[in-house]
Structure formats: C-alpha cells, structure tokens
C-alpha cells in the first residue's frame, strides 16, 4: 500500500489566488514527520515545510502553509497568493519515527502546479 | 558553492556500460542518500548510508551498488546500464538528528543527474 498519495497528478491556479495541494499519509507509527518539496523546472527539491505528529499547531513558512488533520491522516499543502514563480512539481513527504520504512523519507507521487498571470 | 554537489549534472550511456555517479559535500553530515526519480512516480531511495561503515538498502538497490568513500562522498555505480535505469537521480544528506528523535531530519538535496541508457 503507499504510504503518501497525492491524488492531484496536475493543477492550475489564477495568479494571486490561494491554491491547496493534497496530500494523505498512511502510518502506524504514533511518531512521524510529514513535509512538502518544491521542484521547479530547474530540477533542484527545495524544502518548504514540516509538520510533527505531535505538533499541536498547523506549521506555517511564509505563504505556505500546512493544513494537518491527523485524524484523516491528511497534510495539505496551502499556498496563498500564488505566484508566477510557485509553478513547479510539488512532493509531500512522511518519515516514520519508530523504524517505519527503516526511517527513511518516503515520498508521494508528486502534484504538477500551475500558476497562470 | 553548492554544499551538495552532483557530477556529471548529465550522462549518455549505451546498454551494459557501467557508470559511476558521484556526489560530495559539504554540510558535514554523515548521513548520505541516492534517490531516483522518474515521471509519475516520485522519489524512490536506492541505498543510504548513516556513516562510513554503514551502507543499506533502499527500496530499489537492485542493479545498482554504492561507495561511501568518506564522510563527504557517496558514489552511485550501475554495473551494466539498462534503459529502464534512465532516470533523474539525486544524491541527498541529512545530519544526524541529536536526542534520537528523527522525525524532523530534513533532506538536503544535490542538484541531480540526468541518465539515459540507450
């Protein structure tokens, strides 16, 4: 079973509009990490954002933000006022904390985004 | 200078060659990674290693071996290139996170290489 599923293989969004990408998770681990890659064009995998299991408050860095549910297991990436430049493949990302998949970082699939001026 | 540093950024190899990815660092990390991606399915581990004597296996190690040369080299071979091994591949580190909780190590990623096999 896969451990991230993004279902949104691609999106688009209006420039200056906010856009929220999904991202469900599947653990039993009480103990984990959830995060969110940016890969432009370029290629490079740029970090954005991480969220605890335990953390009690949705992280947020800038524009983005993380929208943790845990109860449905879902950590959705919101990025508001997207801009021109927010148009890449975005990763969401799980590290289980007590030796799921060895520790390792797993990631999802993958959501092409958009931004149209 | 980019701390993690990835050469060739592209290759172009034939069928049964064998080729050699490198990376280096310079975060200090000990821990290092080699990722492929390929469209549609995201990042996949390959090996990892935690230090110098440690090497392990990631999802997909099949066809592939690893060098962990010292602290700050990780090289990827592939023995006998196939063309199903096209692929980005990325090299990545990690530091060791203190009071064993790990949930928040972060990746650090090279820039990638681009294989194709013919």
């Known amino acids: 079973a896969q451990k991230i599923t993004q279902t949104q293989p691609g999106m688009f969004v209006q420039e200056k509009e906010a856009v929220t990408l999904d991202c469900t998770y599947d653990?039993?681990?009480?103990?984990?990490?959830l995060f969110w890659y940016k890969q432009p064009s370029s290629g490079e995998m740029i970090f954005l954002i991480y969220q605890g299991s335990y953390d009690q408050q949705n992280a947020t860095e800038g524009r983005y933000s993380l929208n943790f549910q845990k109860a449905r297991k879902s950590a959705n990436l919101v990025i508001s006022a997207s801009q021109l430049g927010d148009s890449a493949m975005y990763f969401c990302?799980?590290?289980?904390?007590?030796?799921?998949?060895?520790?390792?970082?797993?990631f999802g699939k993958g959501t092409k985004l958009s931004v149209k001026p | 200078d980019a701390d993690v540093t990835q050469t060739p950024r592209n290759r172009i190899t034939k069928t049964g060659k064998r080729i050699m990815l490198e990376c280096s660092q310079t975060k200090g990390h000990d821990r290092m990674y080699w990722y492929r991606q390929d469209p549609g399915l995201g990042l996949r581990l390959i090996y990892y290693s935690f230090d110098v004597k440690d090497i392990n296996k990631g999802e997909i190690s099949d066809g592939y071996s690893v060098s962990r040369q010292a602290q700050a080299k990780f090289s990827l071979s592939l023995e006998s290139a196939i063309p199903n091994q096209t692929a980005l591949y990325f090299c990545?580190?990690?530091?060791?996170?203190?009071?064993?909780?790990?949930?928040?190590?972060?990746?650090?990623f090279g820039s990638g290489t681009q294989l194709s096999v013919l």
């Open positions: 653990t039993s681990d009480p103990s984990y990490g």
């Open positions: 990302a799980m590290r289980e904390g007590w030796g799921g998949s060895q520790g390792n970082l797993i």
């Open positions: 990545a580190t990690s530091e060791r996170p203190l009071g064993g909780r790990t949930t928040n190590e972060k990746l650090f």
